[in-house]
């Protein structure tokens, strides 16, 4: 199973992309230990991982502590041993939010895409952990979804898309070689 995974980290200077390689890597907290090392005194710093235009994983650390991860499908895990390293321990699907009723109320109101027509995850799809990780920085857990879900979207689109919004979408990019 082939993936790339670009971390983003952000200081005082702004953000900073670079590519991470997992392979060997053990477990989720040495997934984050590699992550942490790209730039040790980041206030944030995140990584998107793509496996086969299929899945999405994202990894966040808040000034190199309190991990939080979001798997756009639990399938992930079955299909690979990487996948299973970072979402595996997962429990729980992401599709309702109990919490709020933004979902409903703002849905048609911030992208001016036709969100009422799309369903908020992929029937086929399990996301799996904190789809709120990217709240706070422009990304509602019902637009990651709502983008994971879209048909035709690929895990290197959802990410673009991300970066755009968090402005760092041109050191994303370039480690594309695109």
Same mark, same amino acid.
């Given at each position: 199973?082939?993936?790339?995974?670009?971390?983003?980290?952000?200081? @005082? *200077?702004?953000?900073?992309?670079?590519?991470?390689?997992?392979?060997?890597?053990?477990?989720?907290?040495?997934?984050? =230990?590699? #992550?942490?090392?790209?730039?040790?005194?980041?206030?944030? %710093?995140?990584?998107?991982?793509?496996?086969?235009?299929?899945?999405?994983?994202?990894?966040? +650390?808040?000034?190199?502590?309190? #991990?939080?991860?979001?798997?756009?499908?639990?399938?992930?895990?079955?299909?690979?041993?990487?996948?299973?390293? &970072?979402?595996? =321990? +997962?429990? @729980?699907?992401?599709?309702?939010?109990?919490?709020?009723?933004?979902?409903?109320?703002?849905?048609?109101? @911030? %992208?001016?895409?036709?969100? %009422?027509?799309?369903?908020? $995850?992929?029937?086929?799809?399990?996301?799996? @952990?904190?789809?709120?990780?990217?709240?706070? #920085?422009?990304?509602?857990?019902?637009?990651? #979804?709502?983008?994971?879900?879209?048909? *035709?979207?690929?895990?290197?689109? $959802?990410?673009?898309?991300?970066?755009? $919004? +968090? *402005?760092?979408?041109?050191?994303?990019?370039? &480690?594309?070689? $695109?």
């Amino acid at each position: 199973m082939s993936y790339f995974a670009a971390a983003v980290v952000r200081d @005082g *200077g702004g953000w900073t992309a670079a590519e991470v390689n997992l392979r060997g890597a053990t477990d989720v907290d040495e997934v984050a =230990d590699r #992550l942490r090392d790209v730039e040790p005194d980041a206030d944030l %710093s995140l990584l998107f991982v793509e496996a086969d235009d299929a899945y999405l994983v994202v990894l966040r +650390l808040d000034e190199g502590e309190d #991990l939080r991860v979001f798997g756009s499908d639990s399938a992930y895990a079955e299909e690979s041993r990487l996948g299973a390293l &970072l979402v595996g =321990d +997962l429990k @729980g699907s992401v599709t309702g939010f109990d919490d709020t009723e933004e979902p409903r109320a703002s849905a048609s109101a @911030g %992208s001016g895409d036709d969100d %009422s027509e799309q369903p908020a $995850v992929d029937p086929e799809a399990d996301p799996v @952990g904190d789809a709120d990780l990217l709240a706070d #920085l422009g990304i509602s857990a019902q637009r990651l #979804l709502r983008l994971c879900a879209h048909e *035709g979207m690929l895990p290197a689109d $959802v990410t673009a898309e991300v970066c755009q $919004v +968090l *402005g760092c979408a041109d050191e994303v990019e370039e &480690l594309r070689g $695109v």
